[in-house]
């Protein structure tokens, strides 16, 4: 089907600023992850390159808020999402970070040879400036009121509260992130790419020559290309990327989205000493997996870059995706709008191919959509467990109990219809499931793997093997039904471990266990054959592929999301302050008596304290609580210190019923009130108590 020599696939290299959330995966990680595994059970001769973007603005505001260095931040977070990635399956070849020497070396050599070349324009302008700190000051790092929405701490280059695009000279009394000072224009010098002269190529190139690209990604281009292209500034005033190897140049570093998509070739010189292999021939197939907001970057200005300095291959396809909310609201890290991966990580361990087929599932891939906990829920529930799982499950079962352990002979003297007609879907979920992930249409390929098993499960209930066990000793084709029902579904079961793999690895591997295969059976040649379990081959007892999701922990988890929601920041000129203002926020709805009963609430003290290991924000508690004690971990790390909260009498749930939380058991949570300023409280008795005296 391909007439490529080798591939290599890129994701999008997230800022190393912060933790990851689900909408990264939505948006490029999984639906890459899922393309690669396919390819390499294809046996094709394949890369999947990512790693952390460690220069830009972002990096140095979060720095400057947590009073740390650029460096400690990259480092921190670099590890962090390096680590939920591995956690969720993102297979790559290579996670690098764009701090490595190689990286600087090779994006200094890339700007220096178009430089050389003559193809930049260098020019003079106008730029802010913060005279208290002496600093020329990025878009980000200049804050004022939104022209749009009156939002008081808008950014110069965007308004998070109602999304538009901004600039500096838009904002309404704008200031300095820096020290709070009106920023003045000053004059500096940068290096201009000038896009407009590749305008026409790019015309040719994309609207001609890529009409197959999603609908999103070649509208957004047509947009951009009908607009006409401008002149755009390659590097910035600033001390932390890389430095422009020009001399004279103290203080002034390459554009971050220069040096980041070129970070994609220096890791792939971190992995290969082949790499010009994958980077300079045309038998190349390269692909781009992003989200929107990166379109116009990795379309129209890398492959002019690319274009401009020669010898690359440029990309053929860039899948990008919309974006995924959550609970109806879009993603906002500012306000702490997000599931982020590594929290649901520790909430829900060993449910990391249940995330993955929820977020395929319900993938934006043509529209934004809309991931909820409720959702979530059902899809785990009515499919993952009562389709899939549950297939599996009865097939293992009753070829236990009605065919020995092993797996039963075909006789094909009495083969009808519908086993035939259910052995044909084998083919037909292959070719269909190829066909979509081939096409990057990752949401019908997974349906169409569920639909097969949903098949076996609608074959194996006309067929009633439990039912026609009850004529064995009166009919003796009685065995031959049982065997060919079980055969037929056991090698549908072998058929599901090799379509499922791209999408859910573990699960994939969970179930060669089970049938005491090998890995190799995974390859995609496999996929579609009718005799992959031979003939009296034992197979292990049956295990549950996937839990049940209950209800409180959904509960649990909308509430988790809007206590952690940072309210927007009001304006400093208000109202004066009124009793209304300063009033607790409103009561939750109403509950009886019975409800409050339920609750066993205790007095204990707190005797040892520790951090969680890569948890910033949970600390490991032993309780005293007079008749046992108890080990509880509580998310307020950020608020104390563990040496300074021993001895100290704590208000504990104690019927709460356990949770594991980073593979700790937790069994009981403390009492906290939160001040308007978000900082935590013990809520805790006035006077010393005897430890497990009742609260009520």
């Known amino acids: 089907m391909s007439n490529f020599k080798r591939y290599l696939v890129t994701a999008a290299l997230p800022y190393a600023n912060g933790p990851v959330h689900i909408g990264h995966l939505a948006g490029c990680y999984l639906p890459a992850d899922i393309y690669v595994r396919y390819q390499r059970a294809q046996k094709r001769d394949i890369k999947f390159i990512g790693g952390s973007d460690e220069h830009g603005v972002p990096i140095t505001i979060r720095a400057m808020k947590e009073g740390v260095t650029p460096q400690q931040v990259v480092d921190k977070y670099h590890a962090l999402i390096k680590e939920s990635m591995e956690q969720m399956g993102i297979s790559f070849d290579i996670y690098s970070r764009t701090s490595n020497q190689v990286h600087h070396e090779t994006a200094a050599a890339f700007f220096k040879k178009l430089y050389d070349d003559g193809l930049f324009e260098e020019k003079e302008t106008e730029q802010f400036y913060d005279e208290k700190t002496n600093t020329f000051l990025a878009d980000r790092y200049i804050t004022g009121t939104c022209p749009i929405c009156a939002n008081p701490n808008a950014y110069g280059d965007q308004c998070e509260r109602c999304g538009s695009s901004l600039s500096p000279e838009q904002l309404i009394q704008p200031r300095s992130t820096l020290s709070d000072a009106v920023p003045v224009k000053r004059k500096t010098k940068h290096w201009y790419f000038p896009l407009q002269n590749y305008e026409e190529w790019l015309k040719g190139w994309i609207l001609e020559g890529h009409t197959e690209w999603k609908n999103n990604v070649y509208g957004q281009c047509k947009s951009w290309l009908d607009s006409g292209l401008q002149s755009r500034a390659m590097t910035r005033d600033s001390s932390w990327g890389i430095k422009v190897p020009l001399p004279d140049t103290e203080g002034k570093v390459l554009y971050v989205w220069f040096d980041a998509p070129i970070g994609y070739i220096s890791a792939t010189k971190e992995l290969t000493e082949e790499w010009a292999d994958y980077w300079c021939q045309e038998d190349t197939k390269l692909v781009h997996f992003i989200g929107k907001d990166n379109i116009v970057f990795h379309c129209i200005i890398f492959p002019a870059m690319l274009k401009a300095h020669g010898g690359f291959v440029l990309p053929d396809n860039v899948p990008a995706n919309e974006f995924l909310n959550i609970e109806g609201d879009k993603v906002s890290t500012s306000r702490n709008w997000a599931v982020w991966v590594h929290e649901y990580i520790q909430d829900f361990p060993g449910c990391e191919d249940v995330l993955r087929y929820v977020l395929c599932s319900n993938a934006p891939e043509t529209k934004d959509n809309d991931f909820t906990w409720k959702d979530f829920q059902d899809r785990n529930n009515s499919e993952l467990v009562s389709i899939f799982g549950n297939f599996v499950n009865r097939a293992l079962v009753l070829m236990h109990k009605l065919c020995g352990g092993k797996v039963p002979p075909l006789h094909t003297d009495v083969l009808d219809n519908t086993d035939k007609n259910i052995l044909a879907e084998f083919e037909i979920a292959k070719t269909r499931v190829e ?68 999408f859910l690895p573990t699960t994939a591997k969970k179930m060669l266990h089970l049938m005491k295969v090998v890995e190799k059976m995974l390859d995609w040649e496999n996929a579609g054959k009718t005799k992959l379990l031979s003939v009296g081959y034992s197979l292990r007892a049956p295990e549950l592929l996937f839990r049940k999701i209950e209800d409180d922990e959904i509960t649990a988890q909308v509430a988790k999301l809007k206590a952690g929601l940072i309210k927007p920041a009001q304006p400093a000129e208000t109202k004066p302050a009124t009793d209304a203002d300063t009033q607790p926020d409103a009561l939750k709805a109403q509950i009886v008596y019975d409800d409050f009963a339920k609750l066993d609430l205790r007095v204990g003290t707190i005797v040892a304290a520790e951090k969680v290991p890569k948890a910033d924000k949970l600390l490991k508690l032993q309780v005293d609580l007079g008749f046992e004690t108890r080990t509880i971990v509580s998310g307020i790390a950020e608020h104390f210190q563990p040496d300074n909260i021993i001895n100290k009498q704590v208000v504990v749930v104690a019927n709460l019923a356990p949770r594991k939380m980073r593979g700790i058991e937790s069994n009981g949570m403390i009492l906290m009130a939160e001040d308007k300023a978000g900082k935590l409280h013990f809520v805790n008795p006035i006077d010393a108590i005897d430890n497990g005296s009742s609260v009520s």
């Not at 949401?443 to 006309?462: H, P, S, T, W």
């Not at 009850?470 to 471990?497: F, G, M, V, W, Y």
């Open 435 to 502: 066909e979509s992930i081939e096409n990057f249409k990752f949401r019908d390929a997974l349906f169409e793997v569920i639909d097969l098993a949903r098949k076996g499960n609608k074959y194996m209930q006309e067929k009633e093997p439990w039912i026609v066990a009850k004529r064995l000793e009166s009919d003796p084709e009685a065995q031959k039904l049982i065997d060919n029902c079980l055969h037929i579904c056991l090698q549908l079961t072998a058929n599901l471990a090799i379509l499922i793999n791209p």
